[in-house]
């Protein structure tokens, strides 16, 4: 998308037997105004309404595209009659499904793979099921790169890893490519075609054997950057005054698990102290809440400041047995934090969800 992808696109298509790919030719040559869309981010609303316009005048139902350093990957499907763009936890299960299907039994006890914290943990899910590993890191490529190459000297195969925001990485490299996405995915919707399946319908069997898992993120935008660590300190954190090592219900949701990678906390650990990296100059704190009597439900979120800019990130994701109670689940979270740790009327934040 006016970055630098066609032409190892085109070496894509050509091995896959040439003619695959039909271009969009006002967005295939590198420009930094970005002049066709707001955002050259194939994440971003928009971004894919010309590609998708041109797909329609000629009958495609498929869209891919990669950002201007084509390191990022997304896709748009047209199923009976209406486009869906796929999210980036979505993608990511599609491969990971994809990837371990095509690996014996019989070795996937050295096999992991992995996704960031903020990503969906259908993966871990699918690991529990199917005799697989699966870890999550800290967001960013670095961690999930190194985590990699550590798992690898230790004898492991990490064919396949992402982060929510349409990163995935495959053998080929221990970053997140664009291209080796491009290709792989073409060869998986191959593979659905073949079957006469969709990419919904592969989500769909997904969802059946391992559970809903439905996602509500958003953010705040912060104009006074003393606002995120004096939120986290002082309203998230208010458990520690009554000496508690973390708070044991949000509302009327049990706290199953929490992670303070601030202060370098984790309750799941026999010493109380995180496998990921504590850092104390940024705030990031994951939490799984549960409701009781109910074990086939949780929602599991991550609040963290953001590095980069100014806003203060939530990520939710709700586990159910139904779609539209994993939905609902993921909203009233966000209506419980909202109200109970962001204030963002007081706090002079705006919300984004």
């Given at each position: 998308m006016h970055g630098v992808g066609t032409q190892f696109a085109k070496h894509v298509d050509e091995k896959l037997g040439g003619g695959v790919l039909v271009y969009v030719a006002e967005q295939c040559t590198p420009d930094p105004e970005f002049p066709t869309v707001s955002s050259p981010n194939p994440e971003e609303k928009g971004a894919l309404t010309l590609a998708i316009s041109k797909a329609e005048s000629l009958d495609i139902p498929l869209v891919v595209a990669n950002d201007p350093d084509a390191d990022r990957f997304s896709a748009a499907v047209k199923v009976n009659g209406k486009w869906r763009q796929l999210t980036g936890n979505e993608i990511g299960f599609l491969f990971a499904d994809y990837i371990i299907s095509s690996i014996p039994k019989e070795k996937l006890d050295?096999?992991?793979?992995?996704?960031?914290?903020?990503?969906?943990?259908?993966?871990?899910?699918?690991?529990?099921?199917?005799?697989?590993?699966?870890?999550?890191?800290?967001?960013?490529?670095?961690?999930?790169?190194?985590?990699?190459?550590?798992?690898?000297?230790?004898?492991?195969?990490?064919?396949?890893?992402?982060?929510?925001?349409?990163?995935?990485?495959?053998?080929?490299?221990?970053?997140?490519?664009?291209?080796?996405?491009?290709?792989?995915?073409?060869q998986m919707y191959q593979s659905w075609l073949k079957q006469g399946k969709t990419a919904i319908d592969v989500l769909e069997d997904g969802f059946k054997k391992y559970g809903y898992f439905k996602e509500c993120n958003g953010y705040y935008i912060v104009p006074d950057l003393d606002t995120t660590p004096k939120v986290f300190n002082e309203t998230i954190r208010k458990y520690a005054a009554s000496g508690d090592a973390y708070p044991k219900k949000i509302g009327q949701f049990d706290v199953a698990s929490w992670r303070d990678l601030t202060i370098g906390f984790d309750s799941t650990t026999s010493d109380n102290k995180p496998l990921l990296p504590v850092d104390s100059s940024s705030q990031m704190i994951t939490c799984k809440l549960t409701l009781?009597?109910?074990?086939?439900?949780?929602?599991?979120?991550?609040?963290?400041?953001?590095?980069?800019?100014?806003?203060?990130?939530?990520?939710?994701?709700?586990?159910?047995?139904?779609?539209?109670?994993?939905?609902?689940?993921?909203?009233?979270?966000?209506?419980?934090?909202?109200?109970?740790?962001?204030?963002?009327?007081?706090n002079k934040m705006i919300e984004r969800v």
């Open positions: 050295k096999v992991y793979l992995l996704d960031s914290t903020v990503s969906s943990q259908m993966i871990g899910s699918m690991a529990k099921k199917l005799g697989f590993h699966f870890q999550d890191t800290l967001t960013g490529f670095k961690w999930i790169g190194n985590k990699a190459i550590d798992l690898e000297k230790e004898g492991y195969t990490v064919p396949f890893a992402y982060e929510e925001a349409i990163g995935f990485m495959f053998s080929v490299a221990h970053d997140k490519d664009g291209i080796s996405a491009l290709s792989v995915f073409l009781a009597g109910n074990d086939n439900e949780f929602v599991r979120f991550t609040a963290r400041g953001s590095g980069t800019e100014p806003k203060l990130k939530v990520y939710i994701e709700a586990s159910a047995e139904t779609e539209q109670r994993a939905t609902d689940l993921g909203k009233q979270v966000w209506d419980l934090l909202r109200d109970e740790w962001f204030n963002p009327e007081s």
